[in-house]
């Protein structure tokens, strides 16, 4: 029978248990082993029975045990240190404290930063998140909270979540999606002081409302706000906005991204009221989902102060950050305009926003956008003052994508960073890994970039050991795993005593594991199905793969990839020797890395922004074998990993593919099968892990989350709060004659030119010391120097008479002549041989400009013009 109303009892906890509550609702037990201990004490096989889950272990203890606890002594001495613990990690000062005083003093660090992002994926026991972009989220919030950062995560409470993936019988994926109630998750509601839940209000057209309650999630120091849809006070249909993750038709999603955007800056706005905590500075939005969120901002200067839209437009972006994850157009968010303009127009047009200026921002103005089309990543940059990629590889992709934007510039100088994403160790990081590295370091190296070095002293007999625990470990899960996946093919018992011996604790264990789009080539590896099945079966050197992946559900031609990899694994001469285990996520993860010894990643370069997994799996010391793309194409230096050439400029897919999947057949079987087996008299194979210890030298203070944390603080969260309170200060007037500045530059330019270039001080062959006189007649219109700066770009040319990697230095105005040219001057000192080329230009200059880039202005001499000395000008 079908219950007809459905409500969860919690727990009620006697007083001496009561900082089990505390303990169980802050999900920093998430990456603190100690406090899962002490959750797996009160009942170990309760808690394996709930998938480790603190707030499901005491919904599902006995009143009487919890009874008997509440009187044991020993038990209550542990639960007070652990509350203490987290008590001192909760209020200790950490290495955002010591950096100028925060938001109180005009240069201190941002008072508080709202961090948006679709999806997070912090625990398994918390699953609203689907791959990548949201474990990076969890990840940058659990690196914030270990940092001090004051982060505000701000999401979308997804009712199922994202799909649960089975098999069916002949491989084919299945998709659940179990209902999640948010009583029995790690959440509170964010609520009045009257007992009230706050809730927040957004408008859609026709008069219709969408409201949305606040549910919290504690992640250690950082609160986590989710708004959740599914409430009496909406009509069915927007009860269902929040259903779940990245379904439904394009208008469901764009009612998912205005709550997210929208809803999330009244829902800071109103937990920040209820609490105190400190208004953001800074808003960073997690790729263009959020976007909506400086639309909000700009509605509310315009409400708050009556800034007209370039003024407020000018406030909100010196404090947003944009960052864009992926150089797949598939991956980026575009919307029909029409349905934009349904949705910020008609009535439920905003004061101060009008939607013709909405359509505007997301509008694809670049040879080959589409005027249809309204797009959240170019929405995205122009409302953020600060972008950057995810890698230095997909920061230069970007800037070549985003071009477009910005013409007349080199990509070189579109205004789009890179900070390279990393992971959290303390989450990642096997414990046994955790346990001998502090056996024989010391406990800090995963929370600090140094003391790295040190692993080169741990013993080779240690490190081969803890390896092969490690692979044991994970060839036990997956017995399991494959077990319960042929159980739900309908196999019976008989069926599957060879799921017994399927993968084996001492062959070398290759790992493959993503979501399924096409151009991370899953089945790349089946490319030679023979080849592969050599590999598999080497009588002598054998190789063994783990594979996991879940397919988008409207993506069928990746389902069609999941079977065909589950169909080779079928096999009964193969099956134990590859496997697929379906329903990746955190908690197979945790398993998967570093039970591996090598982790294979052949993304279709360079669609692969960065790319985390295998920063997890190296910090477990398990060996890289990837395409030199994303963080990879970085870091990789020669002997922590392999790379798998690409054959980067065949056009012909089907080519490219093979001869890729030839190049990884040949690596796998020559480098890194024979430097496995190669074994000393000793047993060990020292080679390989001479390159484990330097795979953690090298990477281990790199791919740390830590390190990107610090990076965002310093090089994006903290500019752009100083940014933003010179917007602020004086009642705004930073952005109301930044705004009227912009606005009386962009009707100038087209008087701008470079009008004439003189060089001197050379002669006919010019010698490394001499000293380059330039002599440079622009044209202003009505701007004056001081709104411009002149610039001469030098350097080595090429062929094409490009110059590469030129460096920039400013010329001086020296007078008006009668024609009212300005005329400057500089020099340039020759310092090196070899072909050498200059040019000038014109760009705007401000004070509150972030980058001279940012208006897209830019005047260079017409073709041919100033050509002197014989020296190429371009
Ligand atoms: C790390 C992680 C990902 C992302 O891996 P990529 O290498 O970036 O594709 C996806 N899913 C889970 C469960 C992860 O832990």
């Given amino acids: ?21 505390q303990l169980a609702m802050n999900l920093r037990w998430s990456w603190h082993a100690e406090t899962r201990d002490l959750f797996e004490s009160i009942d170990p096989e309760t808690w394996a029975a709930v998938g480790q889950d603190p707030v ?49 003093t005009p240069d201190g660090a941002p008072a508080a930063i709202a961090y948006f992002s679709p999806e ?48 069916s019988r002949d491989g084919w994926q299945q998709e659940r999606y179990p209902l999640l109630d948010p009583n029995e998750l790690p959440l509170t509601l964010v609520r009045h002081p009257d007992g009230t839940p706050a809730r927040i209000l957004i408008g859609l057209p026709g008069g219709r409302e969408l409201h949305a309650r606040i549910w919290k999630a504690q992640v250690g120091r950082v609160p986590l706000l989710l708004l959740d849809s599914d409430i009496e006070e909406n009509e069915p249909f927007e009860r269902e906005v929040t259903d779940r993750l990245y379904g439904g038709t394009s208008e469901h999603r764009l009612h998912q991204e205005m709550l997210l955007g929208i809803g999330g800056v009244r829902a800071v706005r ?103 089309v309204f797009n959240m990543a170019v929405m995205g940059l122009r409302l953020a003052q600060r972008a950057n990629g995810v890698s230095e590889l997909h920061g230069h992709v970007s800037q ?107 062959v070398l264990t290759i790992g493959f594991a993503r979501r399924v789009p096409s151009y991370k080539r899953l089945t790349l590896m089946l490319r030679d199905k023979e080849r592969l099945r050599g590999l598999l079966l080497h009588p002598t050197r054998p190789i063994q793969i783990v594979v996991a ?42 398993h998967l890395y570093p039970g591996c010894d090598v982790w294979l990643n052949n993304p279709l370069r360079p669609l692969e922004a960065c790319g985390t997994s295998g920063m997890k799996a190296a910090l477990n010391g398990c060996l890289n074998l990837s395409i030199l793309d994303g963080w990879w194409d970085e870091w990789y230096d020669g002997s922590n990993g392999w790379a798998i050439p690409t ?89 109301k004659t930044l705004a009227a500045w912009k606005a009386e530059v962009r009707g100038a330019w087209p008087q701008v030119r470079v009008d004439h270039v003189e060089s001197g001080g050379i002669g006919d062959a010019p010698e490394v010391g001499n000293t380059l006189d330039l002599r440079v007649f622009v044209s202003l219109g009505d701007l004056r120097p001081s709104d411009v700066e002149v610039q001469v770009v030098h350097g080595r040319v090429d062929g094409a008479d490009a110059i590469v990697d030129g460096a920039v230095a400013p010329l001086k105005p020296v007078r008006r002549d009668e024609h009212g040219r300005w005329f400057y001057e500089g020099s340039l000192a020759l310092d090196r041989t070899g072909p050498f080329g200059y040019t000038v230009r014109v760009m705007p200059a401000h004070a509150l400009l972030a980058t001279p880039a940012e208006l897209g202005l830019i005047a260079v001499p017409a073709d041919g013009e100033g050509v002197a000395d014989g020296l190429p000008l371009r």
């Fill in 647 to 735: 054959a980067d400029g065949v056009e012909d897919p089907d080519r490219r593919d093979d001869l890729e999947a030839n190049a990884l057949y040949d690596l796998v079987e020559h480098n890194v099968a024979a430097r496995f087996y190669d074994r000393g008299p000793d047993g060990l194979p020292s080679r390989w892990l001479e390159m484990v210890r330097h795979t953690l030298v090298s990477l281990g203070p790199k791919v740390l989350a830590s390190r990107m944390v610090k990076d965002y603080v310093d090089s994006l969260y903290a500019p752009a709060a100083l940014g933003a309170r010179s917007m602020a200060a004086d009642e705004l007037v930073g952005a």
């Fill in 56 to 104: 499901r272990l005491l919904g599902a203890v006995p009143t009487d045990k919890l009874a008997a606890l509440a009187e044991d002594r020993r038990f209550l001495a542990r639960l007070t240190v652990a509350a203490g613990d987290l008590n001192d990690y909760l209020t200790g000062a950490r290495w955002y404290q010591s950096l100028p005083e925060p938001g109180s």
């Fill in 549 to 590: 992946g879940k397919a988008h559900p409207a993506d069928e031609g990746g389902k069609r990839l999941v079977q065909e990899l589950v169909k080779f694994s079928d096999q009964e001469d193969v099956r134990h020797r590859i496997v697929f285990l379906p329903d990746y996520d955190i908690a197979m993860a945790q």
């Fill in 120 to 167: 997070f994926g912090i625990t398994a026991a918390l699953p609203q998140y689907s791959g990548g972009l949201g474990i990076l989220a969890g990840d940058h919030l659990k690196a914030a909270s270990d940092l001090g950062v004051p982060i505000i995560g701000v999401g979308l409470l997804y009712r199922h979540g994202y799909f649960r993936q089975s098999l």
């Fill in 270 to 372: 109103e937990f920040c009221a209820l609490t105190g905590h400190p208004q953001p500075e800074v808003f960073h939005t997690n790729e263009g989902h959020a976007g909506f969120l400086g639309v909000e901002r700009i509605r509310e200067y315009h409400e708050s102060s009556g800034l007209d839209f370039d003024a407020a437009l000018e406030a909100v972006r010196a404090g947003t950050v944009f960052t864009t994850h992926t150089p797949v157009p598939a991956g980026i968010d575009r919307f029909d305009r029409e349905l934009i303009a349904r949705h910020f127009g008609g009535d439920n047009e905003a004061p101060g926003v009008p939607v013709e200026r909405v359509l505007a921002l997301g509008a694809e103005t670049f040879p080959g956008g589409e005027p249809g």
């Fill in 1 to 21: 029978m079908r219950a007809i109303r459905r409500f969860t009892v919690r727990t009620v906890l006697p007083a001496p248990l009561e900082p089990l509550g």
């Fill in 400 to 506: 070549g994508m985003f071009a477009g934007l910005w013409p007349g510039f080199d990509p070189a100088e579109v205004p789009i960073g890179s900070i390279t994403n990393g992971v959290h160790a303390p989450t990642w990081v096997d414990r046994d890994v955790l346990e001998l590295a502090a056996r024989e370091i010391g406990p800090e190296l995963t929370e600090e970039a140094h003391g790295w070095t040190a692993i080169e002293q741990i013993p080779a007999q240690a490190v081969w050991d803890l390896r092969r625990t490690l692979r044991a470990k994970l060839v036990t899960e997956a017995r399991v795993r494959l077990r319960d996946s042929w159980r739900l093919r309908g196999a019976g018992d008989a069926e599957l005593g060879w799921t017994e011996h399927a993968l084996d604790p001492d």
